[in-house]
């Protein structure tokens, strides 16, 4: 039977340096992937996501379960990017945000080439019409709608009130809207979570969903 996270920390807080293996195992990718569409560079998102858990290793015994681990890192993954850009002083790239980042289709089949085009052609689509949004705005609906943080959660890691979340979240996909339909993408539908047939259907009827 799988651990849970808190199982593992425990285990790792008492010596155990496999339990916080099997951990980086398992949040690797998605902390990758954060960071990857925070700042859009490569490398450097490897470098965030490594110091990440070198931190979360150093600070593991201060965690107090008060959040789920899983948010605990989005928190440090978070401030390393905020970090990133304050140093270097370089505005984040804008990346493809089904890029290879992405996790399996859910329902565990198999895409086919033409639907792996689809979908990172709408990918495209809907990274340029990222470039509109503002940081906070872009970074919300990355958690949102990528991670699948709650609201609440993501007002803890933003450290802002639930309602600015929301609004931000709002906002962002009311100008993600308008941007799409200036690229000839129409209508209300959901931007990501779509099995790739779905997506496909969809894209060919130049339909992408963005209310939830």
């Not at 890192?73 to 401030?79: C, D, E, G």
């Not at 052609?121 to 990355?142: F, H, K, N």
Request: net charge positive.
């Amino acid at each position: 039977m799988q651990r849970t996270d808190e199982e593992l920390v425990v285990l790792s807080t008492a010596g155990d340096t496999d339990s916080f293996n099997q951990l980086v195992v398992r949040w690797e990718r998605p902390i990758f992937a954060l960071a990857y569409r925070v700042i859009g560079r490569e490398e450097d998102a490897k470098d965030v996501c490594q110091e990440t858990f070198l931190r979360a290793f150093r600070a593991l015994k201060g965690f107090r379960g008060q959040a789920k681990f899983s948010s605990w890192l989005y928190r440090i993954a978070l401030n390393l990017c905020r970090d990133w850009v304050r140093r270097e002083r370089r505005t984040p790239m804008v990346t493809p945000l089904d890029a290879d980042t992405e996790p399996a289709p859910l329902n565990g089949s198999l895409e086919t080439a033409e639907e792996l085009v689809v979908r990172r052609d709408l990918g495209r689509v809907i990274t340029r019409a990222m470039t509109a949004l503002s940081e906070e705005q872009r970074t919300t609906i990355v958690l949102k709608e990528y991670h699948g943080l709650t609201f609440q959660e993501i007002a803890d890691l933003q450290g802002c009130p639930l309602s600015t979340v929301k609004t931000r979240l709002y906002q962002g996909l009311s100008v993600l809207r308008r941007q799409l339909q200036r690229s000839g993408v129409q209508g209300p539908a959901s931007i990501v979570g779509l099995p790739p047939t779905a997506l496909m259907a969809r894209s060919r009827r130049k339909v992408v969903n963005l209310d939830r």
